[in-house]
């Protein structure tokens, strides 16, 4: 397997299919945590964290428990468990190991949980079908790598939108726009933004 | 079918297990001013009077830039 591979699955799931202003996922966060860059850089990095490492393990329950058996129909309530308790694990990881961590990125896990984007992520990657281009092991690269990708986009929409929302706070902007209008139109603009990228891969 | 149901059982009791866990997992004592801080600044109540108002902080960056045109005037 090629280098290129990765570099694409990076590429595409960054910038081309991005999670939040092409797929609409984890809209929540992108409105509700980008008040402030702080913020948005914290929520980013829990998500990616939590991103890649739900990713992974669905992946594996997936090919080796529900598709050997039959019983696909389950996944995603399977897949909305599996997440929710690995938010647990991480949570109580960082409570005990690194406080420092936990200073950081703690009080965005809890919110995670109900982040689409992470679900939606699981669900693309599966419908993909990796193990059919590369087989189960190697697939699981793949998989890994679409994962950090989308978050690598999610941190840098989340990022951006943060950055413009913080300098609309002193812009002159009309009573009525004044808020969610205002952030609403920017997020639109971002979007058209992100869809002149589609097909550079 | 007794698959299907013994799975979803086995996820359902980790979640439970998980989150009992966490529950007894003590916060360090230096993040509890965070968690409050973070679900003020996460809320999307525009009309909260907790939070502080978009013209104080518009009004605060206004003196600021005020400021600094007078040491460079100066």
């Given at each position: ?26 809209i929540?966060?992108f ?10 850089v ?19 329950l ?17 897949f ?26 703690g ?9 689409c984007?992470?679900?939606g992520?699981?669900?693309i ?7 059919s281009?590369?087989?189960?092991l ?30 609309l ?33 | ?12 009791v ?21 968690i409050?801080?973070?679900t ?5 109540n ?21 400021i ?7």
């Amino acid at each position: 397997m090629s280098i290129t591979v990765f570099f694409v699955a990076i590429i595409s799931s960054m910038l081309i299919n991005n999670v939040i202003l092409l797929r609409f996922l984890g809209i929540c966060p992108f409105l509700g945590v980008s008040k402030k860059t702080e913020t948005a850089v914290g929520m980013s990095a829990a998500v990616m964290f939590v991103m890649v490492v739900a990713s992974i393990v669905t992946y594996l329950l997936y090919y080796y428990v529900l598709e050997p058996n039959g019983i696909t129909y389950i996944s995603t309530i399977a897949f909305i468990l599996i997440i929710a308790s690995l938010v647990q694990l991480v949570e109580i990881f960082l409570k005990r190991v690194s406080k420092k961590l936990y200073k950081s990125l703690g009080i965005y896990l809890p919110l995670i949980t109900t982040n689409c984007a992470i679900l939606g992520v699981a669900e693309i990657i599966i419908a993909n079908n990796y193990p059919s281009d590369y087989g189960v092991l190697q697939g699981l690269y793949v998989a890994a790598t679409t994962a950090f990708g989308t978050a690598l986009g999610f941190a840098l929409v989340i990022f951006a939108f943060s950055s413009i929302r913080e300098r609309l706070d002193s812009a002159d902007v009309p009573e009525a726009w004044k808020g969610a209008p205002i952030s609403l139109v920017i997020a639109g603009i971002m979007a058209l933004a992100f869809l002149g990228l589609g097909g550079i891969v | 079918m007794w698959l299907e149901i013994g799975i979803v059982a086995a996820i359902v009791v980790l979640y439970i297990a998980t989150f009992a866990l966490n529950k007894k997992t003590p916060i360090p004592e230096d993040c509890l001013e965070l968690i409050d801080e973070a679900t003020c600044g996460a809320c999307n109540n525009y009309s909260c009077s907790v939070k502080q108002d978009f013209s104080t902080i518009k009004e605060d960056l206004h003196e600021q830039l005020e400021i600094e045109q007078l040491k460079e005037d100066n």
